[in-house]
Nanobody
Framework: VQLQASGGGLVQPGNSLRLSCAAS????????MGWFRQAPGKEREFVAA????????YYEDSVKGRFTISRDNAKNTVYLQMHSLNPEDTAVYYC?????????????????????????WGQGTLVTVSS
């Protein structure tokens, strides 16, 4: 199993960046995908998630309206489009996968925000927002 995150870098405040996470070694289309981030000295926190069918997404409050998660099951890739970046978005961003076909709809929002509920993790890509 591999989750390869890419697209991080140094950007100025207000600019945009798109992260990608290429998956292999498991049935990507059956898994929910999540993005988490970890800033220096802080715990890893939920950013966004998308269910296996792609029609349902979840966001952490501070990124709603600025970040968009999407997936391409044909390419086994999940994306995180980030706009209006600010220094508080500086962190290592990780993608993660969780078996989702049997997740009860009413539990999805809770489970997909829980980093301990994910099965596989990528290595992370650093996003630095600074002038």
């Amino acid at each position: 199993v591999q989750l390869q995150a890419s697209g991080g870098g140094l950007v100025q405040p207000g600019n945009s960046l798109r992260l990608s996470c290429a998956a292999s070694g498991f049935t990507f289309s059956s898994y929910a995908m999540g993005w988490f981030r970890q800033a220096p000295g802080k715990e890893r926190e939920f950013v966004a998630a998308i269910r296996w069918k792609g029609g349902t997404t979840y966001y952490e409050d501070s990124v709603k309206g600025r970040f968009t998660i999407s997936r391409d099951n044909a390419k086994n890739t999940v994306y995180l489009q980030m706009h209006s970046l600010n220094p508080e978005d500086t962190a290592v961003y990780y993608c993660a996968a969780r078996w989702d076909r049997t997740t009860i709809t009413s539990e999805a929002s809770f489970k997909l925000r829980d980093r301990d509920a994910y099965d596989y993790w990528g290595q992370g890509t650093l996003v630095t927002v600074s002038s």
